[in-house]
T-cell receptor, first 109, second 117 residues
Framework: GQNIDQPTEMTATEGAIVQINCTYQTSGFNGLFWYQQHAGEAPTFLSY??LDGLEEKGRFSSFLSRSKGYSYLLLKELQMKDSASYLCAVMDSNYQLIWGAGTKLIIKP | GAVVSQHPSWVICKSGTSVKIECRSLDFQATTMFWYRQFPKQSLMLMAT?????????EQGVEKDKFLINHASLTLSTLTVTSAHPEDSSFYICSARVGPGEVQPQHFGDGTRLSIL
């Protein structure tokens, strides 16, 4: 079957750096997406990786290793507003998005 | 940027009522839209894929006669929850792919919080 794993919850301190991991097993691969979802709101698109390596976008970076079925989202200079759930989603060979359950990130002052 | 508008944002109604939710792409044409449901503290669950001009594709376990989807134009898809019951209370979110091709990020509407009394 298809499976996306990411930690349920993580806690970090304001100003610090946090890495949220995502491992996947899917039928084919057409890219991996990261979304941010604040409580009670819809997800917003953060990043897309289809080739191995690191994609940097401001304070957020996303890394992909296709051979390892692994990605991470790196958040730097954490701010209180970064408290949210972070969803990892993989597009399989049928162009279907397979969603992880999300990682709830708690930022403490 | 791509904007997906969803309306209404909040619905409270009696059991047995049918509720229609609209999803519009405001500044782009969306041949494909997606409908999700999310229960509290749970992951997004894809309900159906809505294709303009054709029948929606429903995920396993989703009753197509209960969740009616219409995608009559390139900018509008609607989800109607027919004869809603308390167990249908959930957060319903639509999304649309931006741009041609299937490998595009989905952009989400703001969601509709449905509460059935």
């Amino acid at each position: 079957g298809q499976n996306i794993d990411q930690p349920t919850e993580m806690t970090a301190t304001e100003g610090a750096i946090v890495q949220i991991n995502c491992t996947y097993q899917t039928s084919g691969f057409n890219g991996l997406f990261w979304y941010q979802q604040h409580a009670g709101e819809a997800p917003t698109f953060l990043s897309y990786n289809v080739l191995d390596g690191l994609e940097e976008k401001g304070r957020f970076s996303s890394f992909l290793s296709r051979s390892k079925g692994y990605s991470y989202l790196l958040l730097k200079e954490l701010q209180m507003k970064d408290s949210a759930s972070y969803l990892c989603a993989v597009m399989d060979s049928n162009y279907q998005l397979i969603w992880g359950a999300g990682t709830k990130l708690i930022i403490k002052p | 940027g791509a904007v997906v508008s969803q309306h209404p944002s909040w619905v409270i109604c009696k059991s047995g009522t049918s509720v229609k939710i609209e999803c519009r792409s405001l500044d782009f044409q969306a041949t494909t839209m997606f409908w999700y449901r999310q229960f509290p503290k749970q992951s997004l669950m894809l309900m159906a894929t809505s294709n303009e001009g054709s029948k929606a594709t429903y995920e396993q376990g989703v009753e197509k006669d209960k969740f009616l989807i219409n995608h009559a134009s390139l900018t509008l898809s609607t989800l109607t929850v027919t004869s809603a019951h308390p167990e249908d209370s959930s957060f319903y979110i639509c999304s649309a792919r931006v741009g041609p091709g299937e490998v595009q990020p989905q952009h989400f509407g703001d969601g509709t919080r449905l509460s059935i009394l």
